[in-house]
């Protein structure tokens, strides 16, 4: 046989959210909306030069996210969506023997991103109402430690870290660990109190923020997302991207995309607004719901989380089961809405009813 890493071998592959036939897909996190306005003509000129490899450097963009955070544009890295970045910064900071500490459950690529360069993943249980509790974190870091990752809004439970609380923490981790804020779903947070990548660009010698287009910006079928840091650090990430993997067609999408932001953020509203309101409608059930920041909601469904998404595509609905934790519900179509709700109506009715813990009030 063929000798292959055990750990690898170990570790199950990342599964994407279940397609829906019929019904409504609410499994991996994408926007009802779409394309923004400009968008497709923008990708439809990128794909004449098909037989040509896209510019690498993305200059265009890479410009434009300069300018808007303020930074140099050696402080931005453009990559294949935020994972692909996330990865490329494992794989330059952590190797055997090191450590990568993360909250969990949070996304789900991170225990085998530890993985990919032999690192140790290190996972601090969330708080009791389903935070990332730093000051655990910040107690988990050792001298093996490479890299501490943040996500918020945390993903899958919707949760976010607010300001003060990522000030004090950043303050506790030491300056030679790098620290990863993942803001993929920032575009989705109305609460003033949140940390903001934005206000923290380059004030810490340790810190990259990443954000992506796949989520607010609907580009998710083009895979592209940035990082914005310190210089140096982004030189070593730029060593372990795959070659030429951001396309010339998702490069211009951004760009076209950025073009249009008064609209983005009234998308971006409505999405925020019908999230409100079916956790609002959640809790009136008798749900315990964390507050959600993005655009998504977390039912802790527990060990029946595989039955609580049955329950849902019964429903017309396909939801993700984190098994055996709960079950994520995307903020889709706004039809979409009602289906969601009768579905964990009748979880609640049915389970609860059979004398099976829920996490409702």
Known sequence: MVKLR???????????????????????????????????????????????????????????????????????????????????????????GDEIVFSWRSF????????????????????????????AMAAAITDRTRLVIVC?????TGTVVTQAEFDAFLAKVPDDVLVILDEAYAEFVTDVAAVNG?????????????RTFSKAYGLAGLRIGYGVGPASILAAAR???????????????????LDRVDELHERVAHIAARRDRVWAALVEQGWDVPK??????????????????EVFSEHGVIVRAYSPDGVRVTIGEDEAVEHVLAAAEEIVQTLQGKGLHLPVR
């Open 198 to 210: 934005r206000t923290l660009a380059l004030r810490h010698p340790n810190l990259v923020v990443l």
């Open 6 to 96: 055990p750990e690898i071998l170990a570790l199950p592959a990342y599964k994407q959210g279940k397609a829906a036939a019929g019904g409504y897909k609410l499994s991996s996190n994408e926007n009802p909306f779409d394309p923004l306005p400009g968008v497709l003509e923008a990708v439809d000129r990128a794909t004449r030069s098909l037989h040509r490899y896209p510019n690498a450097a993305a200059p265009e963009l890479t410009a434009r996210v300069a300018a808007t955070w303020g930074v140099a544009e050696d402080e931005v890295i453009i990559g294949a969506g935020s994972v692909a970045l996330l990865v490329q910064f494992t794989l330059a900071a952590a190797g055997p």
């Open 152 to 156: 918020s809004p945390n993903n899958p």
């Open 239 to 257: 060593t372990t991207i795959i070659p030429l993997s951001v396309t010339d067609a998702a490069q211009q999408a951004a760009v076209a995309s």
């Open 292 to 309: 959600p920041h993005g655009n998504f909601v977390w039912l802790a469904t527990g060990e029946h989380s595989e039955r609580a998404a």
């Open 108 to 135: 789900e690529a991170y225990p085998w991103m530890a993985v990919l360069p032999g690192a140790t993943a290190i996972r601090v249980p969330n708080t009791p109402d389903e935070r990332h509790d730093l000051d």
